[in-house]
């Protein structure tokens, strides 16, 4: 396919979102969640943060990296002007198990005193670094804060939290895809999947 250049002259298109990374493929068990699915549901998402925070001072934080993919798309649907923020936390290390140990590797470059918080979180597994955020975002008073949580793995939630936008319900399972790793790899996969077994056993790199 060939688009037409801004001077008038036909450019080659690139692959598309929705082509996948075939160098992946072998390593994919079953794909849960499809890109066009996930594109569906945010942009529902986007329309309702959209009239929720109309004539309000929006401030989004992503928590990295996880999140990163799911702002970048969210955001595009939210029709008002807004700001973004990041936090990198680590809980995982390399291992698929959550350690309940929450670690600020890079804090917030504004302040968010008085402000209306938007905290965008890819996945929620037992909700122990999401209860940490809130409570730690918490004590800098903002004027408002809730939760955006695109992936929600309900059966084995440690924590009760209050999540205002909800994306999809998962089983207990690890997934990887749409800004979601194992390994550091498989974030930039558009859609949600699971990976077959052999793939934990291989050595990492
Ligand atoms: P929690 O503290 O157990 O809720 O873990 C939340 C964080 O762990 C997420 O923000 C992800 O970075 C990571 N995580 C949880 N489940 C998965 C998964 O299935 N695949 C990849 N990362 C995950
Ligand atoms: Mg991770």
Not at 63 to 78: E, Q, T, Y
Not at 118 to 135: F, M, N, P, Q, R
Request: charged share 25%.
């Amino acid at each position: 396919m060939n688009v037409q250049g801004r001077s008038g002259e036909a450019v080659p298109s690139s692959a598309t979102l929705t082509d996948h990374v075939a160098e992946y493929d072998p390593d994919i068990d079953q794909i849960l969640i499809t890109g066009e699915e996930i594109q569906a549901k945010i942009s529902l998402l986007g329309e309702e943060i959209t009239a929720d925070y109309r004539g309000r001072d929006l401030l989004l934080i992503g928590v990295l990296k996880g999140a990163f993919v799911v702002m970048a798309d969210l955001s595009r649907h939210i029709r008002l002007p807004l700001q973004f923020d990041f936090m990198a936390v680590s809980s995982y290390g390399a291992s698929t198990k959550t350690s309940g140990v929450v670690r600020i590797l890079k804090d917030l470059d504004l302040e968010i005193e008085g402000r209306d918080v938007l905290l965008v979180e890819d996945i929620i597994d037992s909700g122990l670094t999401l209860a940490y955020l809130l409570k730690n975002i918490r004590t800098r008073r903002p004027a408002s804060l809730e939760v955006c949580a695109l992936f929600r793995k309900t059966e084995v939630q440690q924590v009760n939290l209050d999540i205002r936008y909800r994306g999809f319900e998962l089983p207990p399972v690890f997934v990887v895809g749409y800004g979601l790793d194992y390994n550091e790899r498989y974030r930039n996969l558009p859609y949600l999947a699971t990976l077959k077994p052999e793939v934990y056993r291989e050595p990492l790199g």
